[in-house]
């Protein structure tokens, strides 16, 4: 309803717990100067999505939609000595950028950007028998939200988790009228999560600095 006070909520939250340290700040900036969209998650998610790999333990973490590393940082921090984070990414730029940015944040030796479609590079981890993950990380196109939660059970094991990122799209996931891929396929991810019996998952919504959305969360049977 009233997003600047979400986003003054947002800077107190941020500026309280030092959530944006010199090298996010930084990524930021020169995401921004790269001519990338800020469509990263905000701050206080990144904390949230780093607390979530710390609190299962994750070892091993698959994020799909790397952008400029924003959120592959958040997680890759949370892994312990010797732990490995795989992030997929569509755009060739997006993948170069976001590997500057693990480099910038230390995390080159256990953070790899594989580019190309993900669902082709998820079929690859799945054919070459990866080692499950511990936690998945969701938040590419949203069209293609449900093939990437049937690759997700494919690469998880009993207790991981999945987190799903723009799943409530201001409202538009409730609204018949919006037809767009990304309301389309958030709406069919979700009915498709709350139905799969592998897994069990809530939609919490979230308000902050990017508006009214909603991250889904799920742990495998
Ligand atoms: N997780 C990032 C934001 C990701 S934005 C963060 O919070 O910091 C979504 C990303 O998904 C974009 O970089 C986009 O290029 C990528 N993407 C879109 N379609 C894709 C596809 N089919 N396969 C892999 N990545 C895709
Ligand atoms: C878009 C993608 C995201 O992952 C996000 O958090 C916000 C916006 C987008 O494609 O516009
Ligand atoms: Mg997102």
Redesign the pocket.
């Known amino acids: 309803m009233d997003d600047t006070l979400y986003t003054r909520v947002d800077r107190y939250i941020e500026e309280l717990f030092g959530l944006n340290d010199p090298v996010l700040q930084q990524v930021l900036e020169s995401t921004v100067s790269a001519g990338i969209p800020e469509?990263?998650?905000s701050s206080s998610q990144g904390r949230f999505l780093y607390l979530l790999a710390k609190l299962t333990g994750a070892r091993r973490i698959l994020?799909?939609?790397?952008?400029?590393?924003?959120?592959?940082i958040c997680l890759g921090r949370a892994l312990p000595a010797g732990g490995r984070l795989i992030s997929?990414?569509?755009?060739e730029k997006?993948a170069e950028v976001t590997r500057h940015h693990l480099a910038l944040a230390g995390l080159a030796d256990r953070a790899e950007v594989v580019v190309?479609?993900?669902?082709e590079s998820l079929a690859a981890l799945v054919a070459d028998g990866a080692e499950p993950f511990d936690m998945v990380?969701i938040?590419?196109?949203k069209i293609?939200y449900p093939v990437y939660l049937e690759w997700a059970l494919q690469l998880t094991r009993s207790g991981s988790l999945i987190v799903a990122?723009n799943v409530v799209r201001r409202g538009g996931v409730i609204d018949e009228s919006a037809q767009d891929d990304g309301n389309r396929g958030a709406r069919a991810f979700n009915a498709a999560l709350a139905a799969e019996p592998r897994v069990e998952a809530v939609v919490l919504q979230v308000v902050g600095a990017k508006g009214h959305d909603g991250l889904a969360i799920a742990r495998v049977r």
């Open positions: 469509i990263q998650v994020e799909i939609g790397s952008l400029a590393g924003y959120s592959t997929l990414e569509l755009i997006h190309g479609p993900a669902g990380f938040d590419a196109d293609s990122d």
